[in-house]
Nanobody
Framework: QVQLVDSGGGLVQSGGSLRLSCASP????????VGWFRQAPGKEREFVAV????????EYADSVKGRFAASRDNAKNTVYLQMNNLKPEDTAIYYC???????????????WGQGTQVTVSS
């Protein structure tokens, strides 16, 4: 099981930006695909983004394409999610995940972060 620590959430106004970080103190996530899911109140967890091993291949949910960018710094063993032009509907708890066998729906992943709250005010 991969232990992950995600951080960087907060309160921001609509149109603002945040950068989430996902680190793994004990595992070399440079060898794993790492991504992000989110769960809004009363809704199921949903896929947001994933960055593959190379760091060049990324995939995004349609709702965040063009606004969010996932990247990785293997030297720091950390993956980032840069979120720009945030909207109130982006409000959710964001979870990083690694080595998922499925990145669809709510994900099937052996490693999850504890979650970081992102709140976007209108």
């Amino acid at each position: 099981q991969v232990q992950l620590v995600d951080s960087g959430g907060g309160l921001v106004q609509s149109g603002g930006s945040l950068r989430l970080s996902c680190a793994s103190p004990g595992a070399q996530i440079r060898y794993l695909a790492v991504g992000w899911f989110r769960q809004a109140p009363g809704k199921e967890r949903e896929f947001v983004a994933v960055v593959r091993l190379s760091g060049r291949a990324t995939e995004y949910a349609d709702s965040v394409k063009g606004r969010f960018a996932a990247s990785r710094d293997n030297a720091k063993n950390t993956v980032y999610l840069q979120m720009n032009n945030l909207k109130p509907e982006d409000t959710a708890i964001y979870y990083c995940a690694a080595a998922c066998t499925s990145w669809q729906g709510s994900g099937s992943c052996p490693g999850w972060g504890q979650g970081t709250q992102v709140t976007v005010s209108s």
